[in-house]
């Protein structure tokens, strides 16, 4: 009885490795077995495994992906990698909830990279991270969405408005209505600020906030029950940061500017501001 595709892979570590090495494109046996660090006796065997299932083919001493290998191979490298993102502090990410996340970027976290968690002291958990703060004024520009934001927060933006940096600044309408509130002057000041761009989402958020430039994506996520939690997680890699401005753009969608809770003209002027950014990655 034939083995099902999933045994003949994974039942076999010679087997998965055989199958992402070829996805480079043909390769002869010797420099498989030199790449692989195993002979031709060890080797052979699985070879022939992996042909018998149609993943393989061989051509004299040269072996290569069949047309359901690359298929099979490129949904595993999505496997492995989604799997070394959350190997990153699988605690973290199971503690966390992720239901914020539409499906189709849920799909692609493999592109987040291997992440780190800061463990924020208590003194600092409404400053904004270092990093950010850092390459922000050269990247020209940041973009955050947040259920709640304290003014040391903003304070700390309009100083990197002071730098010309463009902040892009999606809140909840319970946010928003504590800013107007309790710190009226402080924000009608913000709202007239060139650089700032504020928007008010008409969904709920179910994270604590996100924010992302073109060097970093910072991540603050509630716990599964809802709960505030002062760690926080950094990626960096450009196809993370490009993952994070896809997600603001997602929660965009559903929000108003402020400046103009009547009128989405300003939103369709930034929109094409946001499609312009993200073409330019």
């Not at 046996?29 to 393989?56: K, T």
């Not at 004299?60 to 490129?74: Q, V």
């Not at 029950?225 to 002062?230: I, K, L, Q």
């Amino acid at each position: 009885m034939r083995e099902c595709v999933i045994d003949v892979i994974f039942a076999s570590r010679k087997r998965k490795d055989i199958l992402l090495f070829l996805k480079s494109g043909p390769q002869d046996m010797e420099f498989i077995l030199e790449s692989l660090e195993s002979d031709r006796q060890a080797l052979l065997p699985h070879m022939r495994i992996l042909e018998e299932n149609f993943l393989v083919t061989q051509f004299e001493d040269e072996w290569e992906l069949t047309t359901i290998g690359e298929l099979i191979a490129d949904e595993m490298i999505s496997l492995l990698s989604t799997a070394d993102v959350l190997d990153s502090d699988i605690d973290y990410w199971g503690n966390h909830s992720l239901d914020f996340i539409p499906s189709y970027l849920i799909k692609r976290m493999n592109e987040l990279g291997i992440c780190k968690v800061l463990n924020t002291p208590v003194t600092d958990e409404f400053e904004l991270n270092r990093e950010i703060i850092q390459t922000s004024p050269i990247s020209g520009s940041l973009f955050i969405a947040a259920a709640f934001i304290q003014p040391k927060c903003l304070t700390a933006l309009s100083e990197m408005a002071q730098k010309n940096v463009d902040i892009y600044l999606i809140l909840s309408q319970n946010a928003l209505d504590n800013l107007r509130g309790r710190y009226a002057a402080y924000f009608e000041k913000l709202i007239k600020s060139k650089p700032f761009h504020f928007y008010v989402c008409s969904k709920e958020l179910g994270f604590q906030a996100f924010m992302c430039n073109d060097y970093y994506l910072l991540l603050h996520l509630l716990k599964n029950n809802g709960e505030y939690d002062s760690k926080r997680i950094l990626c960096s890699n450009p196809y993370a940061t490009e993952w994070g401005k896809e997600l603001f753009g997602y929660y965009l969608k559903d929000s108003r500017p402020v400046t103009e809770m009547q009128s989405g003209s300003n939103k369709d002027k930034f929109s094409q501001l946001f499609k312009t950014e993200i073409a330019g990655l």
